[in-house]
């Protein structure tokens, strides 16, 4: 190649065209298929259930939705053109479009872990510190900020294109190999920023969570849907009565406080085990040599089909562990279904006419 933005020459197109076997394409065409059809049809569920249910819009769904919405971007975007780049990997394409691909996907991943990273530090204050910040507006901004720094961190792949200094994905334009120490340094910077130090912060605050959880069960022995007996003194000074000491029950709801804190400690789970072994293929293929060879190749699709699954995953840990989203994905598919089938259905009378008049036994012998 004559510099970094050229095109691969015709001998290594020609080497590339092997690369995959015709099974090993068969494979990873049907995984990613069926993980791109889940992802867009759940998270697709996921918003509309959000966006139409005004019970659903708390601070933490809006969050939760920011995460389904760059699932589906994901979805639609960069798994087609890897099914494209699977099947036809001898096929050039343009450098700027695979790039833009890159840039996509590193935009919707770093959205991903910087939001999943705000929900655990909201699940943090709370049961640390007993202290609820997270609002409507502030998780708004939070959003907004979320797709501002991501944006910002991958903006420099679409700069460096006219520099001659190509900081993308390999995966995505292997046939354009950037050979500059400052790509390999791009890689490391952005991979730990966006990556290793929001994994590593969400690990502490869980940590920190479940030593915190630890401490509270030693002093109090929680029980589902138990009863606490608090004595409090009640005052009726509007009436002049002296103060009366009473005993109520409060009702404390700890089974949904301890469902909510593990279905984001899944979510932390699904992220972590479906990224970190693309994340560090990423960086070992950066800063080793350039040359890719065939086992490379299906390594790093093996890897980013199950980064990918990750999109597919959520929206079944949503279904499973909050019964409001369940129910709600049950009254739309109900909907749906009545809608569908209402040309066929014969609506039956709730009362017969003639049972009116039908007189009991006990009344005649009166």
Sequence with gaps: MTNGTDF?????????????????????CILLCITMCIAIVGNTITCVIVYRKT?????????????????IVLSCTV???????????????????????????????????????????D????????????????????????????????????????REAILHDLLFCYQHAPSSRIAVIYTVTFVTLTFIIPLAVMFYLFATILRTVQLICKKVHIHTGSNLNIAVTQYSSKIG?????????????????????????????????????????????????NEHTSGDLIVELIFISIGFMKSALYPVIFCA???????????????????????????????RPRNLYVCPESVGHL
């Design 8 to 28: 691969a020459t015709n001998e290594t197109v020609n080497s590339q065209q092997d690369f995959i076997s015709i099974w090993m394409k068969i494979i990873i």
């Design 55 to 71: 019970v659903m819009r708390t601070a933490k769904n809006l969050l939760l939705t920011n995460i389904a919405l760059s699932d």
């Design 79 to 121: 798994m087609p053109f890897l099914i494209f780049k699977t099947v036809f990997p001898e096929r050039l394409v343009d450098l700027r479009l695979c790039v833009s691909i890159s840039m996509i996907k590193d935009v919707l991943v770093a959205v991903s872990t910087f939001t999943l990273m705000i929900i655990s530090a």
């Design 123 to 162: 699940r943090f204050l709370i049961v640390v510190h007993k202290k609820d910040r997270l609002t409507v507006p502030v998780s708004k901004l939070c959003i907004t900020g979320t797709w501002a720094v991501a944006i910002l961190f991958t903006m420099v792949q679409l700069e460096s294109n006219s």
């Design 241 to 289: 009565l002296p103060p009366v000491a009473t005993r109520y029950t409060f009702m404390g709801d700890f089974e949904a406080k301890r469902r909510a804190f593990g279905t984001i400690f899944l979510l932390f789970i699904t992220l972590f085990i479906c990224w970190v072994s693309y994340m560090s293929e990423r960086i070992f293929r950066n800063t080793g040599s």
């Design 321 to 351: 562990r909050n019964r409001r989203f369940r129910s709600a994905c049950g009254r739309i598919f109900t909907i749906k279904l009545c809608l569908f089938t209402k040309c066929v259905v014969l609506k039956s009378r709730r009362i």
